[in-house]
């Protein structure tokens, strides 16, 4: 127990991000080769993304790896800097492994109308009845908590938390890499061998040389533009807004009683508000995709409709909104409702923020966020956005962005008058 | 009717191949928009691949929109060389876009088992009643039947039927750069610019002008490493085994009327063989995957252990297999039933071949490639292999191979001295 | 006169940044064939960047390409939004081609010494006697003249200046792309293909629309970045410290009669301040280095150490310098000459500063920028700064750099009190 | 001695090829900052290719910086296979940085017409009176002596020798994806990241796993397109015949004595035949292009022709020849001569020939290549060719190129029928 159980030759995976993924760990092999692990296989990394990014089509799967592998080449250039244990590099290597292993299928829409944290399903994947804890148990009893506990940031060896989850770290580092490979995109690059260069391992966390700086600041540039560019595209969050309707809808219907043509048994347990475990390890995108296409023949027109819009790409459009205009809203929702399209399904608004980065300020905890630290040639840790200009202006500014969606088509087809009436309210008097 | 209706702004797809999709004509526009052109989002490209090379994730939509991108570039270039008409031009970018519409779930092992061709259903997609087929319509009444016969090969155009189906036309250009990008490996790049340029237009077909030669044994070679590392790699085709074998094992199942926990709705027209058109447009990957978590919970110990492997990747083992050996096998099989391993689905040969470039010869018809002419300085044509030693060397030479699967670990469970007489036989006596 | 002569077939060069460089005019071919032009591949675009990223060895032929290429590329699309005529788009291909045509070897350093700007070279041989001079006016006797001016950029059509000389325009947006790619730098690359497509022409400029402002704000970045990794890097810095003495000593020499054992012909017209145009177009940078070859053995102890230093890359050392500590610099100068090192040539503050990004001040006429307008969706056009809070961060903010360079290795040789003294003025108590 | 000299941090150079180059080795970096490793930067790696692909300017320095690095990886690979001791491993890198450190200004044209090895020049700078012997003195007396021999290949450790000189060697396999990513050529890439995972080291050379054959063949197949395509392209080699005619002309205007303007003192020991190390030292490119510049002005007319014309690149067609066609080339230099063309000077054929792969054959010593092994999963080694059929294909097989070169634009200033006669002669009746 505690041993290194090194697979008597390395194997790799190959990566078009980094070329090639490593393991040389059994423990590493096995528990990529579980079931709960190869499940991430079937749950897009990137969500909705691919409606409007058509090669945002890679998996959390896809991505877990690419983390790992990052965490790997990390530990392998603080090898003669800092002397850990076999516990904390495996912690480490696990860590970025396993971190997003709790994610479900669409999981920003599923969870807000389910209600739960995919955190939580984590930690429950890592202590529960799965072959991933009885993969990390092999290591030592104690394991699988301590992997949590990395993964919940709460674990007393900052260093470690830090590489996983800070404004620098590997998961973040890897998914910019890879989700602008696979889109296309190139806002995400940045010199990722750069900054794994000038990274230093400090007690309670990394920190960044100074030499490195401008590396720093074009990761966070990269960081920012993928944010506006490709997560947060209106498209992508349109077709969020379909899904989260669908599943709306779906759970009122059920919660009345409505008798559908086939009993979803999958996802009663979320209907019914029961969910364990071994339920949530069985869905999956195919799951969810599979009762779009048996609801899209349900006489229900408003789930009927949703689904069809979801599976042929048939989204809302959008207009900006001014989140101060509540009257707007208030007489959009009544004209909606008295021509006949239901306001609580069709009209939506969305809204989304970033913060691009931050320091820590007094005061206040509910954005605790652990700043970027620069390593002066003299030994002094300076942090990031006092010697860059470029940080400075985007730190700690949060940025907004408010839209209306609704289907244009159900409104053009209206009665001529009133038509135009709700589209000139909307302010979409040609076809966007 | 039939005049060019274009959109009134060109809109964009962000490729991450061929950095930008650009649409100009309203009738793509449109076909891109319908639900069963969306339909292709749900169907990866590479099938079973993603379990070998965890990028080649990407769906038919993706790839269908780089051949359309092609073929655009293709005509661009044609321009100033060959006047075509509007409906010429139209029948090579919808042959571009829609030539994979009819492909079904994992393609390879669903036709195999249920007995269809995709072929057909891409035409019965075009001529039947659907949004395609209303789109096309709106051109002229005749041009879907057209399209359907340069997708087929039988349109009497033969220059447009050789951009999309013959050894160097679009649709293969577009694969293997894209398959290569995805899976990250390097062999399928070529210089697509410089084949693009040398393209020249004939009566009855491209032919490539002769100083780009080299260009197009690049190709070549790309094709052929391509099948060889990726097409044909081991681990996918085992994947395709443990497939077939389930479909195989449902279709028995049913029609011994095994009584499923839920009745595979989604599947029935396919297990009592009356699959009308819309049956296959609602069959899309997710479908497959959805059953699959299903049937792992069913009591057949077969079809439950066949689900479980594919979608855990718990996939067979695999031997070099001499197809004269018919008696190993015989033998094999037989301990196989002793041992109660059904041979039936767990042990299979599986055979693969490719011919990476042949030419015309008369009375092989069955065969029937269109060959790829150079055009020499002096406006002569002259068929590749007549002037590349190294595309000579390789023509017309199929290669085959073989490959026996069995599930190791199922051999492994069996009591010692039958377990290791087994994998005597197979010649697996360490762990692979 | 002033018909457009095509060739009659495209000719095309293979490069590494934009694939191919199409030509299909007979003018622009002959311009590419000119003396005068392909002198340029004997001038390196980066200087003395080589000895600090052993890349960047191309030069400003291949950049001169580069940037007609990218014209002709903006013309293409700007094809269907302006209606241009030949001459107008001539002048904007040759303006591209030749921006740079009188550029002389390690200008930056050569210039500052014998007092001249390329700016002028360049104009007399458009106007002068010379191939480039007989090839435009085949076209129109007016063109030189006219091509002069739009370099100039006192031409009045400010639209074809703004396509050459403004904060985003073909020249600049080569360079970044071509420097990063040479170089191996990441930080150049943003999105060219995007920037192409939302660029739009207007009467007196270019200006690009809302929807690509984060395609400018990322070649904003890259342009800063460039400058600070590469542009101003401190080893560039110093060979071109190093240069700037060889040329200073050299010309003192001759001023004195120094006797060089062999007469530098090619440089006399130089040291005597009679340049013809002859001259200087037989200046280049094999000639700079043939003379550094000859002089490292002259009897001049300090023209003959200053070239071998270039040669063997064995170039000064540098520390932060604060331009206020002119008491620190005064006594520096003062241990040196008593340590008999001629501050003169060893001693020596470089500076350099950078204004990423700034738009028009009223009054501020000294540093006359163009800003860069967006097109919003109403069709009012906006200063850049004033949405993008990136640009606004870093817009109109000049940063200086200051650093002392001199030989390290000559004070290390001094006698070991006197060299610990100064090395403490300088703050390089430990070998660098 | 004998003892690693640690740098005690870790130097890198960004390398657009490998990322970094990474130097720890103070010998090494000692042996990169001497003074005849700096030369190489004034050596371009392809000699005249620039003329054909632009961006092939890149120099010696750059590639053998590149080569070292390919050394350090394959060693660190072999960390783990095979107990190298220090001094191997110096032996190792020294000869991937020092291989080609003899090499002169247009090799290949310089050598042929002064007769000379570079070969012998690396020899003598190596065991000479030299920074690098010096430097690698310092390690061991006999330090240089051995590297010399394993550069020579005449060192008793097959291993290492292969590593440097073999049909796979680090030698090749970086200039191979270094002038590829120069030129822009993308056929000089192949999985250089596969092909060191599948080297394994042996007592006498390196062999490859038979898994990674047939990334092995793509390098094979990418030497082959690459020596086709960019290093015999017929401009590069008008231009290397132009440069011959130049040296020609001057060693015989020199031994006639013939008045030079001004005495080239840098080529005398080369026109005198008594080149000493420091002569050859001090000739680079520049040198070469420094008297061009001066020749241009000579009274001798076919001397100065020549330099204009290479300068200029006003360089000669070609048209293929038949190398049996005799009589063709005796009437055509008849013809020359009498139209006042001096064939000697004017009309050259130029040939080339490429085996892009071979084994040894038993008696044919002349041509002795070590063959490439595959190692088997049995352990067994076969030669490559057993295996790959597309080797087999190409394998042994000479291919030739015979070009006839003359300066097109002499001929058609020619009386109107004589030209004509001349012309068709050649087969260039309209202009190339």
Chains 1, 2, 3, 4 share one sequence.
């Not at 990014?53 to 991505?63: D, L, M, P, V």
């Not at 770290?169 to 890499?177: E, N, S």
């Not at 209306?404 to 038509?419: Q, R, T």
């Amino acid at each position: 127990m505690q041993q290194p159980q090194l697979l008597h030759e390395e194997k790799v995976f190959k990566d078009p991000v980094h070329r090639y993924v490593h393991v040389r760990d059994q423990f590493i092999w096995d528990l990529i080769n579980s079931a709960e692990f190869q499940r991430l296989r079937r749950i897009k990394q990137l969500g909705t993304s691919y409606f409007t990014f058509h090669g945002g089509e890679h998996s959390r799967f896809n991505h877990s790896l690419g983390v790992y592998e990052l965490m790997r080449r990390i530990l392998e250039k603080f090898e003669e800097r800092i002397k850990l244990t076999y516990e904390e590099k495996l912690l480490c290597l696990c860590a970025g492994l396993l971190h997003d292993v709790g994610h479900g299928p669409f999981s920003h829409s599923f969870e807000k109308v389910f209600r739960y944290h995919h955190e939580d399903w984590t930690r429950a994947i890592l202590l529960g009845d799965t072959q991933i804890n009885r993969i990390l148990r092999r290591f030592d009893d104690d394991f699988p908590k301590k992997l949590a506990e990395v993964i919940n940031k709460t674990y007393d060896n900052k260093l470690i938390v830090s590489l996983i989850s800070s404004q620098l770290d590997a998961d973040r580092m890897d998914y910019l890499l890879r989700d602008a490979y696979y889109t296309g995109v190139n806002y995400g690059n940045f010199e990722i061998e750069r900054i794994l260069r000038v990274m230093r391992p400090q007690e309670d966390g990394i920190v960044f040389k100074f030499s490195g700086m401008h590396a720093v600041e074009d990761y966070i540039m990269s960081r920012y533009q993928m944010y506006w560019q490709v997560y947060f595209h209106p498209v992508t969050r349109s077709a969020e807004v379909v899904l989260r309707k669908i599943f709306q809808r779906a759970k009122l219907l059920f919660s009345e009683g409505y008798p559908f043509t086939q009993e979803p048994v999958m996802l009663l347990p979320f209907l019914q508000d029961k969910v364990e475990l071994k339920d949530y390890l069985a869905l999956d995108e195919s799951i969810i995709l599979f009762y779009m296409q048996q609801w899209r023949g349900e006489a229900d027109p408003i789930l009927k409709d949703l689904c069809g819009r979801f599976l042929d790409r048939n989204l809302y459009k959008y207009v900006e909104y001014n989140p101060r205009d509540f009257r707007l809203l208030a007489e959009l929702k009544e004209e909606f409702q008295k021509a006949g399209i239901d306001p609580m399904y069709y009209l939506e608004v969305d809204t989304t923020s970033d913060l691009p980065y931050d320091f820590y300020r007094a005061g206040e905890e509910e954005e605790e966020r652990i700043p970027i630290m620069l390593l002066m040639p003299t030994g002094e840790l300076v942090e990031l956005s006092q010697k860059s200009e470029i940080v400075k202006a985007i730190s700690g500014k949060r940025r907004f962005d408010y839209k209306l969606y609704f289907p244009l088509d159900k409104v053009m087809a209206l009665p001529g008058n009133i038509s135009r009436k709700i589209r000139e309210r909307l302010g979409v008097m040609e076809d966007a």
